[in-house]
T-cell receptor, first 116, second 115 residues
């Protein structure tokens, strides 16, 4: 069974400050890990994904995440927050088995507020 | 290329009424999914279809049925709506390429209010 824990349901940062959104996962098999972003009244959009090729993954809009197996973490960071980054962010895990039936398990989400 | 489309965008139902949420994708994806999103709970899988002709229950299937009409379309039916089914419903699709981790693509969502 897989699970995802996102620490902090709400995070506020000032414009230009570092963004750090935390994600820890639990998986009995090697995981695939994802970060999705959801803007108000929209669907989810993929920010980045870890597929075991490299532990540091770069995504869209200047975001990156580092897979740390020893800490079972996949935290999302951005060096300098922009007002347009305000959104809800979801971490998700999928195992490397399952083939066409592979599923995603989502965390409960972190709402990011960017203060001027 | 519209990606994943959902209809309707918004619906209000009375308790006991039925309705079908429609989802279609034009990316030739094998797998399709229905999720519900509730505040503080992330997205929870209701049903999925790994390939055309197959459907399976997810985490929260009670009160729902699905139909994989063809490769493009995957519908979600509420036979007798309950206030607990008030939620935002998302459809997603994914290609299946052996040995690769494919991205799930999401539709814009259907907001359902059951009174």
């Amino acid at each position: 069974a897989q699970s995802v824990t996102q620490l902090g349901s709400h995070v506020s940062v000032s414009e230009g400050a570092l963004v750090l959104l935390r994600c820890n996962y639990s998986s009995s098999v090697p995981p695939y890990l994802f970060w999705y972003v959801q803007y108000p009244n929209q669907g989810l959009q993929l920010l980045l994904k870890y597929t075991s090729a490299a532990t540091l993954v770069k995504g869209i809009n200047g975001f990156e995440a580092e897979f740390k197996k020893s800490e079972t973490s996949f935290h999302l960071t951005k060096p300098s927050a922009h007002m347009s980054d305000a959104a809800e962010y979801f971490c998700a895990v999928s195992d490397q088995a399952g083939g066409s039936a592979r599923q995603l398990t989502f965390g409960s989400g972190t709402q990011l507020t960017v203060l001027p | 290329n519209a990606g994943v489309t959902q209809t309707p965008k918004f619906q209000v139902l009375k308790t006991g009424q039925s309705m079908t949420l429609q989802c279609a994708q034009d990316m030739n994806h094998n797998s399709m999914y229905w999720y519900r999103q509730d505040p503080g709970m992330g997205l929870r899988l209701i049903y999925y279809s790994a390939s055309e002709g197959t459907t399976d229950k997810g985490e929260v299937p009670n009160g729902y049925n699905v139909s994989r009409l063809n490769k493009r379309e995957f519908s979600l039916r509420l036979e007798s709506a309950a206030p607990s089914q008030t939620s935002v419903y998302f459809c997603a699709s994914r290609a299946y390429i052996a040995g690769e981790q494919e991205t799930q693509y999401f539709g814009p969502g259907t907001r359902l209010l059951v009174l």
